[in-house]
């Protein structure tokens, strides 16, 4: 079978699933130029917009921990299912959504505790090197407030 290149143009416009857990920001800027955007605070960040996407990754060590995926219109199961194959094997997501929140939060979670959780036009997946670096920074923040 055949695919179509307009088939396969369509699907890089709609789908920024080259934006991963475990990608480095030289990788995404790569694929989607300078950031439109970037944050420096305990956990550095870099913002890429392109075809109607903002994509934000945080990262630890350079390597993207979190990623969250933004966007106006429509979410599709096919946009779940590949932004979440991108992010890891798509069987390996369980779905802990409930059936009558469906069209306004959803989340999932890797064996690896990778969860994902979508609340309408944001999808975010966040690691657990993430979560912990998260903690950690938030408790050198508390030890730095209450040492002066």
Avoid at 53 to 69: E, H, K, N
Avoid at 79 to 86: C, G, M, V
Avoid at 128 to 145: F, N
Wanted: glycine share 8%; charged share 25%.
């Amino acid at each position: 079978m055949r695919t179509s290149p307009l088939l396969v143009l369509l699907f890089a416009l709609v789908v920024p699933a080259s934006a991963r857990i475990g990608g480095t920001e030289t990788e995404l800027t790569k694929r989607y130029g300078s950031p439109a955007s970037r944050r420096s605070d305990a956990i550095p960040s870099a913002i890429f917009t392109f075809d109607g996407w903002m994509v934000t990754c945080d990262f630890i060590d350079g390597v993207c921990a979190r990623v969250s995926y933004a966007k106006n219109g429509e979410w599709t199961e096919e946009t779940f299912d590949k932004l979440l194959s991108a992010n890891g094997d798509r069987a390996g997501w369980i779905d802990h959504g409930t059936p009558s929140m469906r069209k306004l939060a959803r989340s999932w979670q890797r064996a690896d505790g990778t969860l994902a959780k979508w609340v309408v036009g944001c999808l975010s997946i966040t690691s657990p090197r993430y979560e912990k670096a998260k903690a950690l920074s938030e408790i050198e923040a508390l030890m730095a407030a209450t040492s002066t």
